[in-house]
């Protein structure tokens, strides 16, 4: 784990222990959440170089390829084991239990983060295919009407290659 990150959990610590009233009710909170989430005692543990494995879950390709990259920036290696149980997928890591926290606060950031570019992506995929009505136009539409979310959809929009269903059955445009 890094320092800057060691170092926010110890202020949250100084925070649970030196707060005022609900500051450091909810400083607290969350501290212990965080301890009792990783099986530790105090944030001692923390600087313990000891190892052990555990398992992280993901759900879909994306995610996986996102939690190995979390785990490569963590620990500077990828993992080598990890199995599947169903519907559930899990990574197996050797790694300290700083590592870990590192690696589930990277993992559950990028995830949001991911879902929300995906969500941006489709958006422009279906622009780029023109996946609309015959009559519907967006000749209409003029720049001053865009927010810089849509103007960030047309520009990935640019990047995606169009494709047809007649391209598909080898047929040409």
Known sequence: MDDKKISRMKKLQALAERGVGGEKETATAMLENLLAKNDMSDLAELETDKKAYFFFSYNGLHEHKLLFQCMYKAIGQMPMTYLSEGKINKISVYCTKAQKIEI?????????????????????????????????SFNKITLADLNPDDLARLKMKAAIKKRSRSMLIGESN
Do not use: G, M, R
């Open 104 to 136: 589930e606060l990277d993992f559950d950031f990028y995830k949001k983060a991911l879902s929300e570019e995906i969500d941006k992506f489709v958006d422009a995929f279906i622009l780029a295919q023109n996946i609309f009505p015959e009559n519907t």
